[in-house]
T-cell receptor
């Protein structure tokens, strides 16, 4: 099992550019989430999904879009990158309530 | 809403010392509780969990007990090693609102030889 796969691992964007961070899981998990991790700020939830076709906003959704057309994939789109979006992004997936989330290895994004 | 508070670090210890990281939570209902560990440059790994009151989670010498009466889930290890140097996150997962995972701010632990 590959688990949760995130691509790319590193990315540099110019202000105003758009891009998509990819996330795929092969565990048939219903729940998927995107977090950002900034120095000294822990992890903050951007968007989450409870199943294919269902998404909702987390704590810090502005500037990001998501969709969940399949169980496996949960891409995160940056619409118009800003320096404030420089961060490490983690995708995670889980089965039911009593189970922890499995995290990907992260994407380190720098916006210049 | 749900929230998790954990002690701020960094926590600096000598090898073979006893480690405690305090974690308290606020939640409606009966959440599941988790400890995650993040080694330098890596993603988060689930360390242990407890899904109901008085449950004890354990893994790799670490333990934590779900205390409903004090809304706490403190992480302990009896004898730390240099390889335990990492950031530790306490988290809860509520039953409502999408079963989201809510994290504490993380505690950096540095173990010196």
């Amino acid at each position: 099992n590959a688990g949760v796969t995130q691509t790319p691992k590193f990315q540099v964007l110019k202000t105003g550019q758009s891009m998509t961070l990819q996330c795929a899981q092969d565990m048939n998990h219903e729940y998927m989430s995107w977090y950002r991790q900034d120095p000294g700020m822990g992890l903050r939830l951007i968007h989450y999904s409870v199943g294919a076709g269902i998404t909702d906003q987390g704590e810090v959704p502005n500037g990001y879009n998501v969709s969940r057309s399949t169980t496996e994939d949960f891409p995160l789109r940056l619409l118009s990158a800003a320096p404030s979006q420089t961060s490490v992004y983690f995708c995670a997936s889980s089965s039911g309530y009593n189970y922890g989330y499995t995290f990907g290895s992260g994407t380190r994004l720098t916006v210049v | 809403g749900n929230s998790v508070t954990q002690m701020e670090g960094p926590v600096t210890l000598s090898e073979e010392a006893f480690l405690t990281i305090n974690c308290t939570y606020t939640a409606t209902g009966y959440p599941s509780l988790f400890w995650y560990v993040q080694y330098p440059g890596e993603g988060l790994q689930l360390l242990l969990k407890a899904t109901k009151a008085d449950d004890k989670g354990s893994n790799k010498g670490f333990e934590a007990t779900y205390r409903k009466e004090t809304t706490s889930f403190h992480l302990e290890k009896g004898s730390v090693q240099v390889s335990d140097s990492a950031v530790y996150f306490c988290a809860l997962r509520g039953r409502a609102a999408g079963n989201k995972l809510t994290f504490g701010g993380g505690t950096r632990v540095l173990v010196k030889p």
